[in-house]
């Protein structure tokens, strides 16, 4: 009752639309502020896991893992070396794998029966074996053939291969999402079906399809670590495995692994979400 | 004078539902033809059909000389429904602006892409046109920050600028708030006061009454009526067109 009174003297009184926008502003820092501290709390909490500490809390007491700290801080540099070869063959798979989601769902939309032959078959295959299964096809059984690709290149290549059938589904709801007037307006002035795509759906679709690939990418950053069981991409797993098992210090370098693709996801996540908050916005 | 479109025994069929029934009629040069009828009644299937939108099942499309007979195919075929699309220009209920380019860009996409013009010149056309519709000062928009009647207008202006022989018109206002109508008639009435050839798909009686030449009435897919506005708004021959006039001047 005070603050409705004070509301009517004071001078330039807030209307109720203000009183209840702040009251929803309030409510949302509440939240966030909320989760941010529970996810304090979780941080403490697994850090107090691996301390190594005894707990006495009451009658309870806690054994704590103990962790090599000396082996983490010796070998947490070789490993980061790592981070630029992960985010390398992530960036080129990604690049390839567009290119191929891209075709593949132009394939998936032609009314031409081999293209829309050769486009699912490709889809059904990748999509119906492990990842793993292909990365180790283009590394080991391949020499078999007398083909030796690089251990990079054998990893990119399965990498964009498998992704590429995963993304066209992307691309193929990106393509769909742009209206029928749109292909009628240009049919109607005379546009045949390259320039229509080129000109009208595939800038459209390609907007819409930026998001999703911004998902893909960071999805992309940790099936990247199967490409380490070639042994001959020096990622951040290859070389956590290098560190850890000469030295009986896997739990330590695995730990220090996951932190660096943890941290990487974070880093990409956050971009992403600018990235969509942008395209979003460009929508109005 | 001879005709510039000449429709003959043409049918359409979705599937097993025979939407157009032995149409036929012609337009002559600077003619204003409006279509007339319920929704349903195969008006905008027809219009479409002109352009090939939609695919005729039987019968001849004929504009500005080129004929096209339904159910041919291959690259000869093609090529007629292409040149006949570069004579038709199309305005649709849903503007279809490209949401992705500017006002002008829309505007000089298809003469720059579609006929190679260069885009000084495309620029030069386009501009004209904007003007025309009155629009010029929104040039450099982009189509989202319009009206519906502005985007509409633009809309007309794009298919202007391929300079066609003959205008289609799908319900150009159906889609529109009521207070933005008038000024898409209004560019309308114009081009018809200019010599535009122009069909017109439309459930404005007001602007068939007074802007057309000729009044198509349709009903279930058939050609009913084919008479002047003064004939066909107070005498028209087929009762059941009587009683569609009937209808939309005392709605309800």
Known sequence: MANQAAALNAPPAKSQAELIYEQFQRSQRQFTLGVGASWGVLLVLLALVFSGLHLTVGPLNFTTIHLDFQFIRDWTPFISQGIWQTIGISFLSILFATLLALLAALGRLSRFPPIYAVSTFYISLIRGTPLFLQILFFFLALPQLGIDLPGLWAGVLALSLNYGAYMSEIFRAGILSVSKGQRESAVALGMNYSQMMRRVILPQALRFAIPPTGNEFIAMLKDSALVSATGFVHEILWRAQQAGQPNFRNLEALIVAAVFYWVLTLIFSAFQSRLEFFMARGDR | ?252
Do not use: W
Not at chain 2, 37 to 51: D, V, W
Not at chain 2, 205 to 229: C, N, T
């Open chain 2, 1 to 252: 004078m001879t005709h510039i479109v000449r429709i003959s025994h043409l049918d359409k069929y979705f599937g097993r539902l025979h939407v157009i029934k032995d149409v036929s009629f012609d337009v002559q040069p600077q003619e204003v033809v409006c279509i007339i009828g319920r929704s349903g009644s195969g008006k905008s299937t027809l219009l479409r059909c002109i352009n090939f939108l939609e695919e005729p099942s039987a019968g001849t499309v004929e504009v500005d000389g080129l004929s096209v007979p339904a159910g041919v195919r291959g690259k000869a075929n093609n090529q007629l429904v292409h040149n006949i699309r570069l004579r038709t220009g199309m305005v649709f209920q849903e503007f279809n602006l490209f949401p992705h380019p500017s006002v002008i860009e829309n505007v000089i996409e298809a003469p720059v892409t579609v006929k190679g013009m260069p885009r000084a010149q495309a620029v030069a056309i386009g501009e004209k046109f904007l003007t025309k519709v009155g629009l010029i000062h929104k040039r450099d928009e982009y189509p989202n920050r319009l009206s519906g009647g502005q985007k509409q207008r633009v809309a007309i202006a794009r298919a202007l600028t391929m300079e066609p022989k003959v205008m289609l018109f799908d319900e150009p206002t159906s889609a529109l708030d009521p207070e933005l109508i008038g000024e898409v008639l209004d560019v309308m009435k114009k081009l018809a006061s200019e010599g535009t050839t122009m069909l017109v798909v439309t459930h404005e009686m007001s602007f068939a009454r007074e802007v057309a030449d000729r009044v198509i009435y349709m009903e279930d897919g058939q050609l009913i009526e084919d008479a002047p506005p003064e004939v066909m708004f107070t005498s028209a021959a087929d009762p059941r067109c009587r009683q569609f006039l009937e209808r939309v001047r005392q709605p309800g």
